[in-house]
């Protein structure tokens, strides 16, 4: 549908598309000129659009700047007014989704189309620190809500030309603004197809965040891993982007996506490259360690004390079965008592708000450990066991993931209760089988485990061993070939 010469017409029809629509402000007015008059109307919609900025560009400009020209249409529309992008179109479904996304819309008698000008102004939040990903060192921003507000914050820290931005939209109905952000010699002109090709296989009514979109873009949906990153924090999608990688921007989300991804990424956080090369070291061999027993940890005690207690010191086992004196429960169920019982209180101290949500996972656990100790509900060892499998799925850098380690210890404890070390291992082994078959749009989730190659050093050497930065000469497999080299010593 495109508009009519009659601004009477047209006007209905916009009244008829934005039938009670309170918050939508409109103007009309005529503006005497030397030779005549010339009948406008302006349309926006308050809260979208910047109040202020309409005044002081559009109409303040045409009501007392404009008035002994000959009356001219474009002089309207590039003399008057201040606004620093502009657009003519007379196509209304072009005009409507302008006016849903801040812009001001002027329409003028005799005159089949209509000026579209920019005074968007959302209301934003401020730029804060990272909640989730937060460091010792390091830069203390992360993303907003904002998407003009994220891309700036990653352009700040790679002031390179070929930083390239590909907008699109998502959602019939939201709309939704996203950016593809890449670095034009350096990502694989394969891996943006794909994304384009993946972003275009689906109609979906809205997208209101990141976390929406990632499951519409993996490859194996039904995986517990995630297969694509998705970071709060600037300085790591932009060493994302100087690795080769892909960025995906989403409006209304404070977390952009990386693709693609593997397994040790997530066990890499921002600021192991901040600190010396022997600390990220032995950080990351702290969390690879704490992931597995995350894991392992609730199952393997069940499988040694139901099927193999004889492996146990015999101080030990005589503990633990002088703790299980007064317990009724078998070792699986009490277990299972504490684990729910953990994830409740993680589930209610994220849900609660501030200190008070610290207040009840703290508190809480020890005051309902110590009391389901007293009530002979669970013992002392099995306590300990769970605590100490919750400390250590704190320690992954990245919740999403440490959420699939979470998932996965209920399996593990089913395993070990059903089958004991035989059930444990068997898991172990179906669990790395299933790694090994991911792929991240094309490359290998488990790189360089496997798939791996004698020239991609550089893939250990930021492994679970955190090399210095000056041994890194190459940049990881994501990197187009012969756009490897990204440090050379000078002389």
């Given at each position: 549908?495109?508009?009519?010469?009659?601004?009477?017409?047209?006007?209905?029809?916009?009244?008829?598309?934005?039938?009670?629509?309170?918050?939508?402000?409109?103007?009309?007015?005529?503006?005497?000129r030397a030779d005549g008059y010339v009948d406008i109307f302006i349309l926006y919609i308050d809260g979208l659009a910047d109040n202020e900025m309409v005044e002081r560009t559009i109409t303040r400009p045409l009501l007392y700047e404009w008035k002994n020209?000959?009356?001219?249409?474009?002089?309207?529309?590039?003399?008057?007014?201040?606004?620093?992008?502009?657009?003519?179109?007379?196509?209304?479904?072009?005009?409507?989704?302008?006016?849903?996304?801040?812009?001001?819309?002027?329409?003028?008698?005799?005159?089949?189309?209509?000026?579209?000008?920019?005074?968007?102004?959302?209301?934003?939040?401020?730029?804060?620190?990272?909640?989730?990903?937060?460091?010792?060192?390091?830069?203390?921003?992360s993303f907003t809500e904002n998407f003009r507000t994220s891309t700036a914050l990653i352009r700040?820290?790679?002031?390179?030309?070929?930083?390239?931005?590909?907008?699109?939209?998502?959602?019939?109905?939201?709309?939704?603004?996203?950016?593809?952000?890449?670095?034009?010699?350096?990502?694989?002109?394969?891996?943006?197809?794909?994304?384009?090709?993946?972003?275009?296989?689906?109609?979906?009514?809205?997208?209101?965040?990141?976390?929406?979109?990632?499951?519409?873009?993996?490859?194996?949906?039904?995986?517990?891993?995630?297969?694509?990153?998705?970071?709060?924090?600037?300085?790591?999608?932009?060493?994302?982007?100087?690795?080769?990688?892909?960025?995906l921007v989403i409006d209304n989300s404070p977390e952009v996506i990386i693709l693609p991804t593997t397994f040790n990424t997530f066990f890499q956080a921002a600021d192991d490259y901040y600190n010396r090369f022997a600390v990220g070291t032995f950080a990351r061999i702290i969390r690879?360690?704490?992931?597995?027993?995350?894991?392992?940890?609730?199952?393997?005690?069940?499988?040694?004390?139901?099927?193999?207690?004889?492996?146990?010191?015999?101080?030990?086992?005589?503990?633990?079965?002088?703790?299980r004196n007064d317990v009724t429960f078998p070792v699986v169920i009490e277990v299972l008592i504490m684990e729910l019982l953990f994830e409740l209180l993680r589930e209610a101290g994220i849900r609660l708000p501030g200190q008070m949500g610290n207040t009840i996972g703290v508190v809480g656990g020890l005051i309902v450990g110590q009391a389901a100790v007293e009530a002979a509900l669970v013992s002392?060892?099995?306590?300990?066991?769970?605590?100490?499998?919750?400390?250590?799925?704190?320690?992954i850098p990245n919740e999403e993931f440490a959420s699939t380690f979470r998932l996965l210890k209920f399996v593990m404890i089913i395993l070990g209760a059903g089958l004991g070390l035989y059930g444990i291992l068997l898991g172990i082994l179906v669990i790395e089988i299933h790694l090994a078959s991911l792929e991240s749009f094309g490359i290998p989730y488990m790189m360089p485990l496997a798939a791996g190659s004698a020239d991609d050093n550089i893939e250990y050497q930021d492994f679970v061993v955190r090399a210095p930065i000056f041994t890194m000469k190459n940049r990881p497999i994501y990197a187009r070939a012969g756009r490897r080299r990204r440090y050379e010593r000078k002389r």
């Open positions: 549908m495109t508009l009519s010469a009659s601004l009477d017409v047209n006007i209905e029809v916009f009244e008829s598309i934005f039938e009670n629509w309170g918050d939508l402000v409109k103007k009309r007015f005529e503006l005497k020209e000959t009356a001219n249409v474009n002089s309207i529309f590039s003399s008057e007014t201040e606004a620093v992008d502009m657009k003519e179109t007379a196509d209304v479904n072009d005009i409507v989704d302008a006016l849903l996304c801040g812009d001001t819309a002027i329409l003028v008698k005799d005159y089949e189309k209509a000026m579209l000008l920019s005074t968007k102004q959302y209301p934003v939040r401020s730029v804060d620190k990272p909640e989730k990903e937060s460091g010792l060192k390091g830069p203390r921003d700040r820290r790679v002031k390179d030309p070929k930083l390239k931005l590909i907008q699109g939209t998502l959602g019939q109905r939201s709309k939704t603004t996203y950016g593809l952000m890449y670095m034009e010699d350096l990502a694989r002109p394969y891996l943006l197809e794909r994304i384009k090709e993946k972003l275009n296989s689906f109609d979906i009514d809205a997208i209101f965040d990141s976390g929406m979109l990632v499951h519409l873009i993996e490859d194996k949906w039904y995986s517990p891993f995630p297969q694509v990153q998705t970071t709060e924090r600037p300085d790591k999608a932009a060493s994302a982007l100087l690795e080769g990688r892909v960025v690879y360690m704490a992931a597995y027993l995350s894991v392992l940890l609730p199952g393997l005690y069940i499988a040694i004390t139901c099927y193999y207690p004889q492996v146990l010191p015999t101080d030990f086992l005589l503990a633990i079965v002088a703790a002392t060892v099995v306590v300990i066991v769970v605590a100490l499998t919750a400390i250590c799925s704190f320690a």
